[in-house]
């Protein structure tokens, strides 16, 4: 049979969930259909997230549509959760973008449909909800067209709209009309179809022009749109048949090198890691050894995804998903075999909100470190930072929303009940300019017996942190440069005023060492020889004094915001806006009611979040999502976490307890 790993994704509450349990039971693997209202999703499997109605953690299914076997992924709608989807991504094969016929286009719909172009993933559109009133085909079918692409073709037309009576009704072969849309549409960038077109018109049959369709989809050129519904079910019978016809089989070479990645994390009943894999190339058996982070582990189970559950394999194939067992070192995004070309680069932004967590019990600080720890697997965004100097243990977060979950997931999963301080926003330090620093192997004041010298430089936004040498590779023994290399990365979590310098060119342009050596007839003599902790320790001074030369500006993190208001308040709204400093566009009028987009600091989001309904009865509704970074007022610090590298005395009576 031929695989087909695919991705439902939509923005919160356009039924995305509701639409996978209906492909689920329409295509066999359920017997009864659940409901998200109710809490009896298959893939919502989590109590929390039965309780809330909300996906939070990705989820794995299996169907069969003919000969073609899919693993079908459901993923969060939630912002706050977009981190899960990230990871689902860049395992697909093709995805379905569920959109709601009511709401239209969305924030979040914009956001998941720009990364599934990045990524180049065959995507068909879906607009549920057809049975809705307000549901309106032709207006969120021209919002598809204005605000994500204009290569999207209808694939039929909706009788009874907003009705429970609303039907999707496919265009058949002799719809002159949507042949003629389609030929249109395809041959836009194709030669050979449209000098077939002009030389014989009968030439391009309507097999031809689905043949055509299905190419461009699998190049994710032409995003193909189906209506239905997923609690009626209708469209779905055509939806599936789409499924089949029009994305691309993930069918790989199981001979080839080895090569895959872990894209999730969960715990067994025993406390075991289970590695969610997608393989891309290659196979794997039990028993295999794989080379993880410097460590070579034993694949102790396998188990791959049918339409009636997990079942336990000997080995599994390319173009799969499967569980793997044993692998108690792995990580999310860890490689398995050959690093994938495709998968690696980040698709949206990192958390811009941080809290600190408390315990209730001060005695609970050891099991808050270890649940912290174990959530991190799961979600390595989760970003546990600890403060030693302190005694706090700080999250990253997207939201408000998720900061509920961890803290529903801590007491429920772990028994720590804890509390949080003040959620604050994470800002990011660029470099104003290029700036250079080194220390010599015994010359005052250098205390380490390391030669260190690094040259900081501005680089593009997005590019992270590059490490480059200026000197001889065989100057000094790779150890020695790694070290060097480790803790650059370290060092620059924490900037000028404790942020994290994310873009930026590091180059090693002086080193220098001490061979192993000693007295005599004596045995190895550490205060004669270099080792890596003298680099380890000596780095982080030179790549302060280089910062410091180059000087750093702090960037706080901007979002979009959509903002739907009575026409009354407008007049009261924007002024509370102008206090956020938020910049508002021209209001769109619609209605009795104002359509209000623009940008606004996300230290600000949750103020304005709390004080709409007071501004607006109850009735004004925001949406918003991570923008861009723009340069802060002033310059905000954070505390650091462990010794001010620019406090030379104090750094080094704490690393070497000598000046």
């Not at 899919?70 to 973008?97: Q, S």
């Not at 709390?610 to 954070?638: I, K, W």
Request: net charge negative.
């Amino acid at each position: 049979m031929k695989k087909l790993n695919l991705g439902v994704v939509a923005h919160v509450d356009a039924g995305k969930t509701s639409l996978t349990e209906r492909l689920l039971y329409s295509t066999g693997a359920l017997a009864e259909i659940g409901s998200v209202d109710a809490g009896s999703t298959r893939t919502d499997s989590l109590e929390l997230e039965r309780e809330r109605g909300i996906t939070i953690r990705s989820a794995v299914a299996s169907f069969a549509i003919g000969d073609v076997s899919v693993n079908l992924l459901d993923t969060p709608g939630h912002p706050d959760f977009i981190a899960e989807v990230e990871r689902v991504l860049g395992v697909l094969d093709g995805a379905v973008l569920v959109i709601s016929a009511v709401e239209g286009v969305q924030p979040q719909t914009v956001v998941l449909m720009r990364a599934l172009q990045r990524l180049r993933v065959p995507t068909l559109m879906f607009v549920n909800k057809i049975d809705r009133g307000g549901a309106d085909a032709d207006r969120v079918l021209a919002g598809i067209a204005d605000r994500l692409t204009s290569a999207v073709v209808a694939m039929g037309s909706v009788t009874g709209l907003g009705s429970r009576d609303a039907l999707f009704q496919p265009y058949r072969s002799e719809d002159a009309g949507f042949a003629a849309r389609l030929l249109d549409l395809l041959s836009s960038d194709d030669d050979a179809l449209l000098a077939a077109y002009v030389e014989d018109e009968a030439a391009v049959s309507y097999g031809r022009l689905r043949s055509a369709l299905a190419q461009r989809v699998g190049r994710g050129r032409v995003h193909p749109v189906f209506f239905g519904s997923a609690i009626t079910g209708a469209g779905v019978a055509e939806l599936l048949a789409g499924i089949a016809e029009l994305l691309p089989a993930g069918d790989g070479d199981v001979d080839g090198p080895l090569s895959g990645t872990v894209f999730k994390i969960e715990r067994g009943r025993a406390g075991e890691k289970v590695a969610y894999v997608r393989l891309f190339s290659g196979s794997l058996r039990v028993r295999d050894r794989l080379q993880l982070r410097g460590r070579r582990e034993k694949v102790t189970g396998i188990g791959v995804f049918t339409p009636g559950g997990v079942l336990p394999r000997s080995s599994v194939g390319a173009g799969e998903i499967a569980q793997l067992l044993g692998l108690v070192g792995v990580r999310i995004g860890d490689p398995v075999g050959v690093p994938p070309a495709s998968v690696g680069s980040r698709q949206f932004a990192p958390p811009t909100l941080e809290t600190v967590v408390v315990p209730v019990d001060p005695a609970a600080k050891g099991a808050l470190h270890a649940a912290l720890a174990q959530l991190a697997e799961q979600d390595p965004l989760i970003g546990l930072r600890q403060d030693d100097l302190r005694g706090e243990l700080s999250v990253s977060l997207y939201g408000e929303v998720q900061k509920e979950v961890v803290q529903a997931t801590l007491a429920r999963e772990f028994g720590v009940e804890v509390s949080f301080r003040e959620t604050t926003v994470i800002c990011i330090e660029r470099l104003v300019g290029c700036g250079s620093a080194f220390e010599i192997i015994d010359v005052a004041p250098n205390p380490f017996l390391a030669t260190v010298g690094l040259r900081v430089e501005p680089a593009p936004v997005g590019s992270g942190v590059l490490f480059r040498l200026e000197v001889e590779l065989g100057s000094m023994p790779y150890a020695f440069m790694r070290a060097v290399e480790e803790t650059v990365h370290l060092t620059l979590r924490q900037g000028l005023y404790g942020w994290q310098v994310p873009d930026c060119l590091v180059v090693l342009t002086h080193s220098g060492y001490w061979p192993r050596q000693s007295h005599a007839h004596a045995i190895f003599d550490k205060s004669m020889s270099s080792t890596a902790g003298d680099f380890r320790n000596l780095t982080p001074l030179v790549l302060m004094e280089a910062l410091r030369r180059a000087g750093t500006r702090v960037y706080e993190p901007v979002h979009t915001f959509s903002l739907e208001l009575p026409a009354d308040s407008y007049g009261t709204v924007s002024p509370v806006l102008a206090q956020l400093r938020a910049v508002p566009l021209a209001p769109r009028p619609q209605g009795r009611v104002y359509l209000l987009d623009g940008t606004i600091p996300a230290a600000r989001v949750h103020e304005l979040q709390q004080r709409l309904p007071g501004l607006t009865g109850g009735e004004g509704v925001l949406e918003s999502a991570f923008s861009h970074y723009a340069l802060a007022d002033g310059c905000p610090s954070r505390p650091r976490t462990d010794a001010d590298r620019l406090d030379r005395v104090g750094y080094l009576l704490r690393v070497q307890r000598r000046v």
